[in-house]
């Protein structure tokens, strides 16, 4: 689920855009967890704040984290922004190679908290990275050097893309992988065949049923 100030937002043509219900109005976000609570293990908060302003939602987690588990990526650039993320409630801290400055900020977010997903995102089968200091391009062997640091789970990000289905089978051979991005769940049968854990989807299915008659 994309959040922007409290706002539940879905992607658009140039970004993320604010998901309206048919009447106008705007979507709640505690209706939209009582929704998905029942249904599925855990939500996938990318707090936009976080990710364009390098101001997470603290107290929007702190808050949706009494409904239901919660992975969250808030766009973490240091180690030390990632325990905040924890102690605010997140089951789990996403740490993505797109924003992390580097693998020892890696290494060193492991030391302050064992509760780390750890994110590629793919750009036609490449890494994108924030900064040269992760030094390959290859996916899997970023994803090897995040694993010898002790991290298990994995997802898997392609941007302007479908998945690499390869790719997240090489991956998923080392510990539990997702896919996001432009994951879709018509795709649960090749999800199951190259061995991921599981895939994440945007919840617009989720709006749609909540606004049938």
Request: charged share 25%; proline share 8%.
């Amino acid at each position: 689920m994309l959040l922007r100030k409290g706002q539940v937002c879905l992607p658009g043509p140039e970004g993320p855009i604010p998901a309206r219900r048919p009447s106008g109005g705007d979507y709640d976000v505690f209706d939209i967890l009582d929704q998905l609570a029942p249904r599925y293990p855990f939500l996938y908060l990318a707090d936009l704040d976080g990710l364009e302003e390098n101001d997470p939602q603290v107290e929007y987690i702190q808050e949706l984290s009494r409904e239901m588990p919660m992975w969250v990526d808030s766009g973490v650039r240091r180690s030390d922004q990632a325990i905040d993320i924890i102690v605010a409630g997140a089951q789990k801290v996403v740490l993505s190679s797109a924003y992390l400055r580097s693998p020892r900020e890696l290494q060193r977010a492991w030391r302050l908290t064992t509760e780390i997903a750890f994110e590629v995102e793919t750009l036609d089968g490449k890494l994108e990275k924030s900064d040269a200091q992760w030094t390959s391009d290859d996916p899997a062997e970023v994803v090897g050097v995040a694993r010898q640091v002790g991290i298990t789970d994995v997802v898997v990000s392609p941007r302007e893309t479908g998945p690499d289905w390869p790719l997240i089978s090489r991956i998923a051979q080392g510990g539990p992988t997702w896919v996001d991005g432009t994951f879709d769940p018509g795709d649960v049968r090749r999800l199951a065949e190259s061995g991921a854990a599981g895939g994440i989807f945007h919840i617009d299915r989720i709006l749609a049923s909540m606004d049938a008659p």
